[in-house]
Structure formats: structure tokens, C-alpha cells
């Protein structure tokens, strides 16, 4: 088995690198809203929801922060040792405090998480989600990104992603998988 | 007396109500006119609303303008290969005899260079300009910013 990765070429990239990795191999440091450091080793042990998104986006991101505190309440206790994530990609506008009072409109169980551009550039690497930043008039710009929601085993183990467009009624089951 | 609290139940109802009026300019009918408070007015705002075209001549939507924002726009949210981006749309097809929603994840007006912070509960207008029918006003009704829709009795879900 181990001999297939030889054949890798770096035009196709195998299913793997496609994925991301477990939260134990994941390598970077952010910042919460309330403004303590977090690492994946803090998430060790808990099923995670991980959303990238930005506190300027107005339609993607307030959709699905909807729909993750409809979920939340949805599962209730039960969903309590989940750790529920917002990962900013456009850290130099979304700073903790920025990112508190974002946070405070949805599922109180919702952290917001931020760092510097590198931080939150390894952050997006260790979940193979991408972004990128769009220019608009007059200076402003706006942020492309992954839309999916990412799930995780208590294990670390990468389960699936909810797709944005994907019917919101299966998702409850799906997060109900994480946390068995 | 009598009179003066059915004013009072208006006017204190009036916004739940106004994003499930219907407004109608020619074929065309539109309802569930509403907006997302904002944090601030730093960040865009959004508009969503449901046009339906009784008529048989298509028509489109191609632009909006409100007192609310210095550059409202319409957009689209196109979610490819996972990526979500926000295109400007020109314009929005409303063909003959069909009902066009822009709703959360899809069509969507933005209003950049908001005058003021939306603020849930409050109410604002929009001028729709459709290719055919032409301008007709709408008022927004701004719903907190974890809504999913104006809570109405016939609302489309």
C-alpha cells in the first residue's frame, strides 16, 4: 500500500489531499473570540463543526451561522460538548472583538475564531479549505471561501462536510454521527 | 377611543407585517421584502424578496436603489467546487408565468455603503427597476440577522 504514493502525481491529487487531516495532526494556533489561544489539541476528545467564513460576508455566512444555531438547538444538550467554530478568513478586519460581537447574534455555543494572515493561512491548509480575497470600488474588497461545514469525530477523524447547497434536513443526522 | 387603538395595534404591528405586503406593478407581484440587521454600517446589507410574473412577456429584474445605501447592487451567491463567491448579477431573469426569490444562498440585492446601521425591527424602502414593468417601491422590513425569512402566513418556504 505504501508504494502508491510513489505513483502521486502532483496533477492528481489523491482523495487525501483533498480531505483534511485529523485534528490531532493539525498544526495551528488561533485566537477566540474572548481572546484565549487555541490549539487542536484544546478540541481533543470533542466532536467539532468547523464553518470558514467573514463578519462582512452578508448572505453565505449569516445563512449558515443560522442554520448551525438552528442545528444546535435542534440537538440541544446533547450537542454541549461540541466544539462549534468560526474560523475568519479575513482576519485583518475580523479581530476577536469583532469577532464577539458577530458571535453574539447566533448559538451562544459558537466560538469565533481569528489570528494573523499566516495563522489563519495554516488553519485553512490543515482543513483543505481555501480563500481568497476579491477587490472591489474604492478600496473595499470581499472574500471568497469555502461554504461547506466541516465535521469531526471526538477522535479527530474527519467525518463529512455539509455542503452549503446540500438540503439542511440531513444535517442533524449527520452531526448526530459525530457525536455517538 | 376605539379608533385610536386600532391605530396603536397598527402601528405596532406594522413592521411584522410589512415584509408579507404585496406590492404589484403590471404582472408582476412582490412580497417578502427583508434585510438582515447589521452589525454597524461598515458592513454590507442584504435584501431579499420574492417576485412573480402572472404575465406571459418576460421580464428582468436590473437594478435596485434605496435612501438606506450609497451602493446597492444585485448579486449572486454561486457556490462551485465548495467555493462560495458573490458575482455581481446585471441583471435578474423574471420570465413569464414563474416566481423568482432572492433568498439566502442565492440571488440576493447588497446594499454597500449602508447610511446607517440596519437595526432589527425597523423598516426602509426599495425601488425595484425591471427591464419591462418598470419602478415600483417596496418596504424592507430589517428581521434580526439570524432570520431565515419574514414570518409570514402564505410565505413561500
Known amino acids: ?180 | 377611543m376605539k379608533h385610536f387603538l386600532l391605530a396603536a395595534a397598527l402601528i405596532l404591528s406594522a413592521p411584522a407585517v410589512m415584509a408579507c405586503e404585496t406590492v404589484t406593478i403590471g404582472d408582476l407581484t412582490i412580497e417578502h421584502a427583508w434585510s438582515k440587521a447589521t452589525i454597524g454600517a461598515g458592513r454590507p446589507g442584504v435584501f431579499y424578496v420574492e417576485i412573480t410574473n402572472a404575465g406571459s412577456v418576460d421580464d428582468a429584474l436590473i437594478g435596485i436603489a434605496t435612501p438606506a445605501a450609497g451602493m446597492p447592487m444585485l448579486h449572486e451567491t454561486v457556490v462551485k467546487d465548495g467555493i462560495a463567491s458573490m458575482p455581481h448579477a446585471m441583471s435578474i431573469p423574471v420570465p413569464a408565468d414563474q416566481n423568482v426569490q432572492l433568498s439566502p444562498g442565492g440571488y440576493h440585492g447588497m446594499l454597500m455603503g449602508l447610511t446607517t446601521a440596519l437595526k432589527e425591527g425597523a423598516s426602509f424602502p426599495v425601488t425595484l427597476s425591471f427591464e419591462k414593468a418598470g419602478e415600483v417601491t417596496v418596504n424592507v422590513d430589517v428581521l434580526s440577522l439570524r432570520a431565515e425569512g419574514p414570518d409570514c402566513a402564505d410565505a413561500v418556504q
Request: hydrophobic letters at 40%.
Open chain 1, 1 to 180: 500500500m505504501l508504494g502508491v504514493g510513489a505513483y502521486r502525481t502532483r496533477k492528481q491529487p489523491t482523495r487525501s489531499d483533498l480531505l483534511p487531516v485529523p485534528i490531532g495532526e493539525m498544526t495551528w494556533t488561533l485566537t477566540d473570540h474572548l481572546g484565549r489561544s487555541v490549539r487542536p489539541a484544546d478540541w481533543a476528545g470533542r466532536p467539532v463543526m468547523v464553518f470558514f467564513g467573514f463578519t462582512w460576508c452578508p448572505d453565505v455566512c449569516p445563512t449558515t451561522l443560522s442554520d448551525i444555531s438552528l442545528w444546535l438547538e435542534e440537538l440541544g444538550a446533547d450537542a454541549d460538548r461540541m466544539i462549534v467554530a468560526l474560523i475568519s478568513v479575513d482576519p485583518e478586519r475580523d479581530t476577536p472583538d469583532v469577532l464577539a460581537d458577530y458571535v453574539s447574534n447566533f448559538d451562544q455555543r459558537i466560538l469565533g475564531l481569528t489570528g494573523s494572515a499566516d495563522e489563519v493561512a495554516q488553519a485553512a491548509a490543515d482543513f483543505r479549505a481555501t480563500y481568497r480575497r476579491v477587490a472591489k470600488d474604492a478600496g473595499d474588497y470581499t472574500m471568497d471561501h469555502t461554504a461547506g461545514v466541516f465535521l469531526f469525530h471526538p477522535d479527530g477523524r474527519f467525518v463529512s462536510i455539509i455542503d452549503f447547497h446540500e438540503d439542511r434536513r440531513f444535517a442533524v443526522p449527520k452531526i448526530r454521527r459525530t457525536l455517538s
